[in-house]
């Protein structure tokens, strides 16, 4: 059975990360940069300053708390205990791999940490901003899907390194939802 989970996995990947062109590589690398969404993160910090007043502490601590859990949790409970090769690092598909500007990441790519870190934010804001913004929730998890994306055209992860990714970062995010919700009412 896993064998066969493990070809349906590099066979997906293989398929989607073949879907690539040339004019589109500098995109996908600007998406996945880390960097690029920080403007992103300044206006969500700025909605919750706006929205939430002097409880906006509390989902600024929140997020931090959500990467932070999503972020140490892929590398630590599943990088490096998996130790599952990146697809560009596996001997048997080099040939085979897109990967644009020569980069591959570090060797392990079970879970992506992307998916992780960006689907634990957006699970979080979705929930934060559930009555005052109802429609963030859709675009945060949206800006997801595509971030985890660019990691399997980028050639650094199999779809399974993304969904997996994704199921902690979400749950991540509701867990610290939950402890802020909780914490609110310490506060109040």
């Not at 999503?70 to 630590?76: A, C, K, N």
Request: charge should be positive.
């Amino acid at each position: 059975m896993i064998e066969f989970l493990n070809e349906l996995d590099t066979n997906l990947f293989l398929f989607l990360n073949g879907l690539n062109h040339h004019l589109v590589d500098p995109v996908m690398v600007v998406i996945s940069a880390k960097m690029t969404w920080v403007p992103l993160y300044a206006v969500i910090m700025g909605l919750l300053i706006y929205y939430f007043r002097y409880r906006a502490w509390i989902w600024v601590a929140a997020a931090l708390l959500t990467l932070a859990f999503t972020d140490l949790g892929s590398v630590h409970l599943f990088k490096n205990v998996f130790e599952r090769l990146r697809p560009c690092h596996e001997p048997l598909l080099q040939e085979l791999v897109h990967i644009v500007n020569n980069r591959c990441g570090g060797q392990y790519g079970f879970i992506s940490s992307h998916a992780a870190n960006t689907f634990g934010f957006a699970s979080l804001m979705a929930r934060a901003f559930k009555h005052r913004i109802p429609w963030l929730g859709y675009a945060l998890y949206g800006w997801a899907g595509v971030v985890s994306y660019s990691r399997i055209y980028l050639g650094v992860h199999y779809p399974a390194d993304i969904i997996v990714g994704a199921m902690w970062g979400i749950a991540g995010g509701w867990i610290i939802w939950w402890l802020a919700t909780k914490s609110q009412t310490l506060f109040r």
